[in-house]
């Protein structure tokens, strides 16, 4: 966990105690089965002493079970009905899983829907067959500038969002930045263009995947799918033409099924995405 900021140290309505028991349980992923102080600490990097103190706070909450042999902690079923009340209440998951399904069908990809979790998108619906060997589920997360998922969301947000996540992550990445920067603009040339990006290999070497973002006129969002397979699969010139537009089409078909999208300013939007060209990046904040 990044040190609190001076502007949220003097936010006489933030609890950084709050803040910091938090990313405890955060610091806890899917695979992960038990963490001790010391691999908190390192995770979070909140001192060890701090650290004790919040899991010894979290067990008597019921939030963290302690295993003595190991000295070490396990999520309880406290902290995991959280995440289990966040996605009961998420109706895009639901709705779309039928959606979902019969593109898996169609395509023999993996379909997931998810979220932003800071500098990820993390999954809250995924359908998809055991051969794939894509090993991915609810709750996995994957980076936002070089999957399709993620420049999918980005290239969805309001232009001051955008710009300041894509700030966050020049920040994030150092000297990685310059070429994931040059994948996301692409990708807004692309979402202008087609209503979707890929990602052929920028995450992962042998996985190729469309993103599309869904757009909701409830204020919730927006979040965003994929449609991914091994690269020999779903070659470059089938994401463009044949599994783009399906996932184009399935996301729109769910926005109509959900009340509608979000108003879209698409001639203005999309005249300043096709502008391309180091004036664009400055605008949008990720040169």
């Not at 938090?22 to 001192?47: C, I, M, S």
């Not at 009961?88 to 959606?99: F, K, M, Q, T, W």
């Not at 069908?105 to 979220?115: D, L, P």
Request: with cysteine; hydrophobic share 40%.
């Amino acid at each position: 966990m990044k040190r609190q900021g001076k502007k949220v140290a003097t936010d006489r309505s933030f609890v950084v105690a709050l803040s910091r028991g938090l990313e405890v349980l955060r610091a806890f992923q899917p695979n992960d089965g038990l963490l001790g102080n010391q691999e908190l600490a390192a995770r979070t990097k909140l001192p060890k002493p701090t650290i004790s103190r919040l899991t010894y706070t979290l067990t008597k909450l019921g939030y963290l079970t302690p295993v003595p042999r190991f000295e070490k902690y396990q999520l309880a079923p406290s902290a995991m009905a959280l995440g289990y009340a966040a996605l009961a209440n998420l109706g895009v998951r639901h709705l779309s899983e039928p959606y979902r399904e019969q593109l898996m069908r169609e395509t023999g990809g993996a379909v997931a829907v998810g979220g932003r979790d800071r500098h990820s998108m993390i999954y809250f619906g995924q359908s998809r067959t055991g051969l794939l060997g894509i090993q991915l589920d609810v709750g996995s997360r994957v980076p936002i500038a070089t999957t399709a998922m993620g420049r999918a969301y980005i290239w969805a947000l309001p232009d001051d969002d955008r710009a300041t996540l894509l700030r966050e992550l020049r920040d994030h990445y150092g000297s990685r930045w310059s070429r994931m920067r040059d994948g996301i603009e692409r990708a807004g040339e692309m979402v202008a263009r087609c209503g979707f990006t890929i990602s052929a290999g920028e995450w992962q070497e042998d996985v190729h995947a469309v993103g599309v973002a869904l757009k909701l006129n409830d204020g919730t969002g927006p979040y965003a799918f994929n449609c991914g397979a091994p690269a020999f699969r779903f070659t470059e010139d089938r994401l463009i033409n044949d599994i783009g537009p399906r996932l184009v089409t399935m996301v729109r078909s769910i926005e109509a099924a959900l009340g509608g999208a979000a108003p879209q300013f698409k001639k203005a939007e999309n005249k300043k995405l096709k502008a391309g060209g180091k004036v664009a990046r400055l605008a949008e904040g990720i040169e």
